[in-house]
């Protein structure tokens, strides 16, 4: 077997260097109107309660910002007072930090003065100077998780002196104890008070402050707490609003002072309020990105346990959400037992949500919601095919319609880019663009308008999923209208999986003129690349080969993007394209076997169905796709 060529991924593989040029994330047009239509389809998807407490919000902080952050400080003293339930919570938290084999090298690092969170260290003086130029030129997300206070568990498991650990909370409490709003900043920003609050707790239970310092921490977190309470994220809600009920809650359970049982009731109205539009009926999370999905599911196993002698029906119902949130996990993990990189999501952000029992994969085609999976053995093939997010809260969704994400033998090989950061720059638009996914790209627009940090303009919706079993080929299909500006009606995306045999994936477009059509498969850094011919690679990872071929009228070449496994992370890998210049309709294809193939299907086109030659996919036989409804027949 001769190759033509052999290409290997790039060197550069550290975070923050420069890497592909040819990579560029693609915007919109700037023009006045399009700027105009881009505010109008962003601001007509807002709720009017939603607009109305953000105005609130933005008044309130303007007016407030000489008043004390304690002026609601709870009258009555203060006591800390573990309910049952509470040590689960905190022996969850450090089983995750005792598996976590970078937990005691945080911790070292720590002492030595040098943090790390997205991926960026820095070193700062012990004990930390907040008001230092160093720190405050960090990225403010860099800043929200120091303020998170969350690394105190690293010290506490890795046997820190109580003493020691506790003087970060004190000099916090010095610090930003009695100022106002405007000097507090970030420290109090609401949705940092609702993580260190859970933390301070958990860390309490774990490994007690001294004595002479108990009665000022538990004062703290009274009046952070109360604080809380009257800046609560309703402007913003999804998983914001969720982790502020968490941290009342928490508080409320072992506060015991006045405002405790309030706290219990407030939090558990925002949690009932809540669950049936945040957790779908499939389990999932409604910002639909994994990261989230699995904090918000920790956040819920908190309140679980916190309120389960309190308030055991309330602590009934989060563990009912819980549950199915376990469920939907179980599902879409890959075989390597971490999340997939749907929107924004990176990994070691929250613990993996699991079921009870161990993990297991059961070989066939199921589908769970807008998802659908095919499992071989170790082989999994993940298609999403629901919508990119909620549309009123859209922050942390990609323009990644119908794009999926593939392993081979218990490796990745097929991935979504990731996230990088949440700055307003070049990585955040490419992480979020429709060049970044697994999915067919339109003239060089973006299906769904995303822009900013976390806005969206014109979005494409996706039609409901189709699938089934035709043959021994179980498929799965759905169509979205992400293009109509553009004059395309619709996109399709059919993928056909045989047991041990190949796997076929046919993409479609539909409407008016004539498009530069670009299909993109993103490959993981580790996988080596090896063309055979004009249209067919073989791509190897530690030994484990596939076949790649392309489908279809079009150009195949290889080019350079970002793999964004965690935060402030991007290796360089390689992005298989293939591409046409077509008249619409038209379709492309990708065919994935575990031998090179002899022949592969041929697709052809008419106003209402594409037909596929499945000549050495299954039988000898025609499969004809609607391209109205996205269903097959044979």
Known sequence: MSSVDVLIPPADQSAGRCGPGAVTPRTQSASPLAQGLRLLHTARHFRARQIGRRVTAVVRRRLCRGRLVERFAPSAPSQITFPEGFESIVRRKSAHRDHDSRAGERAAAIRDGLWTFLGQSIRLDTPL???????????????????YHEWLFDLAVDAEPSEQLWAHVRHWMDTFSGCTEQQAGDAWHPYCISRRIPAWLGVWKLRPPPAELQAEIARSIAVQTA?????????LGGNHLLENARSLIVAGATLRNSAGDRWLDIGAQIVDGELQEQVLPHGEHFERSPMYHSQMTVALEDMRDATQALRPEFSARCGNAVGRMHAFAGAILQPD???????DSAFDEA?????????QFADGARRIGD?????????????DAGPVGPDHLPAHAHADL????????GQRFVVDSGVHDYEDGAMRRYCRSTAAHNVLEIDGRNQCDVYSRFRMGHRGRPAPLHCGVAGGVSWASSTHNGYRPLGVSGVGRWIGCEAGGAWLIADWAVGS???TLVNRLHLHPEIRVTRHDAKTLQLDRDGICRWLTAVGNGDLSLSEGWYCPEFGVRIANRVVEFRTQSALPAALGWVLTTGRPTAVPELILTDAELHIGARNFSADRILRISLRNA???D
Do not use: M, V
């Open 402 to 409: 119908l794009t999926i994400e593939a392993s081979f033998a």
């Open 513 to 515: 003129g004539s498009h």
């Open 351 to 359: 613990p993996t949500p699991r079921p009870p029992l161990p993990l």
């Open 371 to 383: 998802y659908w999976t095919f499992r071989s053995g170790s082989d999994c093939l993940l298609y």
């Open 227 to 235: 604080y809380l309470e009257r800046r609560l994220e309703t402007d």
């Open 337 to 343: 037992g971490k999340i997939p990189l749907l929107g």
């Open 129 to 147: 100077d907040w008001k230092s130029a160093r720190l405050l030129a960090a990225p403010r997300l860099w800043q929200f998780h120091l303020h």
């Open 631 to 633: 269903e097959l027949s």
